[in-house]
């Protein structure tokens, strides 16, 4: 007897030792969680939203520090980087307690040529969010008004 799995609605034999490795390949408690990296750090999300002016930036990392940001911009790419290091000792009668740890992320966007003033981009980080503020250029600013489509 072969094990069934259902997939895409329809039933297909597997191995019965693949099913296995698949299920040890996995998170345990996280398996539908897109928001880790290949070594298994979380990568904070972002909302980009776009109004007539400019294009806003929002990217979750609460618990950082204004000072634990490094954006930068190379050619037409934006890059965040954030980086923080905590390290805490408690020496008690006889036993010594040492617990460390060390978050780090790192998020880049391509921006498009001639849309974005490179110049005038500016960041402010509060209350665990930081938000980056990319204004559109003048010829962009005109050629963003929608144009209608007509359904035929």
């Known amino acids: 007897m072969s094990i069934l799995k259902k997939n895409n609605d329809s039933l297909l034999p597997i191995n019965p030792r693949a099913l296995f490795d698949d299920f040890f390949s996995?998170?345990?408690?996280?398996w539908g969680n897109h928001n880790f990296s290949?070594?298994?750090?979380?990568v904070p999300s972002a909302n980009i939203k776009e109004n007539p002016e400019n294009f806003e930036v929002e990217v979750a990392a609460p618990g950082?520090?204004?000072?634990?940001f490094q954006i930068t911009l190379e050619g037409n790419l934006l890059t965040i980087t954030s980086s923080r290091?905590?390290?805490?000792?408690?020496?008690?009668?006889?036993?010594?307690?040492?617990e460390f740890s060390?978050?780090?992320?790192?998020?880049s966007f391509e921006l498009a040529k001639d849309v974005?003033?490179?110049e005038h981009i500016q960041a402010?980080?509060?209350?665990?969010?930081?938000k980056i503020s990319i204004p559109k250029t003048e010829k962009a600013k005109q050629q963003s008004s929608p144009r209608m489509i007509e359904i035929q």
């Open 102 to 107: 060390y978050q780090s992320f790192q998020r």
């Open 85 to 98: 290091k905590n390290e805490t000792e408690e020496n008690k009668d006889n036993y010594t307690r040492r």
């Open 124 to 130: 402010k980080y509060d209350q665990g969010v930081l």
């Open 38 to 42: 290949s070594t298994l750090s979380t």
């Open 26 to 30: 996995r998170e345990l408690f996280n």
């Open 116 to 118: 974005v003033d490179e």
């Open 64 to 68: 950082m520090e204004k000072k634990d």
